[in-house]
T-cell receptor
Framework: GESVGLHLPTLSVQEGDNSIINCAYSNSASDYFIWYKQESGKGPQFIIDIRSNMDKRQGQRVTVLLNKTVKHLSLQIAATQPGDSAVYFCAENRAGGTSYGKLTFGQGTILTVHP | KAGVTQTPRYLIKTRGQQVTLSCSPISGHRSVSWYQQTPGQGLQFLFEYFSETQRNKGNFPGRFSGRQFSNSRSEMNVSTLELGDSALYLC?????????????FGPGTRLTVL
């Protein structure tokens, strides 16, 4: 049958604001999580990752928070810049042989930063 | 260090044809994963190869196949193309150690089936 396009959540912010992008994951056995940024015409670009034994990890201008109780992941971008405009994906991986090399991606969030 | 490269970047084929896409991983990476990205289904895992062996496979029909060579370069093949195979095909390579799960993606091959 005809496929229905994904309706991606959108987030629109002003330059200099902080952005928070949320993601709910489904597999309680997942133990590794990544945030990717994808710009138009490009492949996903790694931003930051976190393992399930942590609940927070910070990078340059980015912070990832993991709440395993409610299976929720968030990406915080400080002082958002126009160059941050892109689609952001969370991805999860479960340890073990059946999950080699397999990332399960969320639907993505479109971030638009206005100058 | 050079990133993941994919060739060709764009392809146009007609229904019923077959296509082969190529991926060269980051030097030293031995695992290559393939994904299909469409507006309707998002990013979906196709398969993963490590040391010339397929270790994992997603839920795609047998028309989708792949292989990996001794230099870790990988190819994927789609036979008997259907309109719904139009997509961006991405490959990603993985290093070892703590970053074993961190996948680095190539720019993708945009396949259009007419």
């Amino acid at each position: 049958g005809e496929s229905v396009g994904l309706h991606l959540p959108t987030l629109s912010v002003q330059e200099g604001d902080n952005s928070i992008i949320n993601c709910a994951y489904s597999n309680s056995a997942s133990d590794y999580f990544i945030w990717y940024k994808q710009e138009s015409g490009k492949g996903p670009q790694f931003i930051i990752d976190i393992r399930s034994n942590m609940d927070k990890r910070q990078g340059q201008r980015v912070t990832v928070l993991l709440n395993k109780t409610v299976k929720h992941l968030s990406l915080q971008i400080a002082a958002t810049q126009p160059g941050d405009s892109a689609v952001y994906f969370c991805a999860e991986n479960r340890a073990g042989g059946t999950s080699y090399g397999k990332l399960t991606f969320g639907q993505g969030t479109i971030l638009t930063v206005h100058p | 260090k050079a990133g993941v490269t994919q060739t060709p970047r764009y392809l146009i084929k007609t229904r019923g044809q077959q296509v082969t896409l190529s991926c060269s991983p980051i030097s030293g990476h031995r695992s290559v994963s393939w994904y299909q990205q469409t507006p309707g289904q998002g990013l979906q895992f196709l398969f993963e190869y490590f040391s010339e062996t397929q270790r994992n496979k997603g839920n795609f029909p047998g028309r989708f196949s792949g292989r990996q060579f001794s230099n870790s370069r990988s190819e994927m093949n789609v036979s008997t193309l259907e309109l719904g195979d139009s997509a961006l095909y991405l490959c990603a390579s993985t290093g070892g150690g703590r970053a074993a799960n961190e996948q680095f993606f190539g720019p993708g091959t945009r396949l259009t089936v007419l």
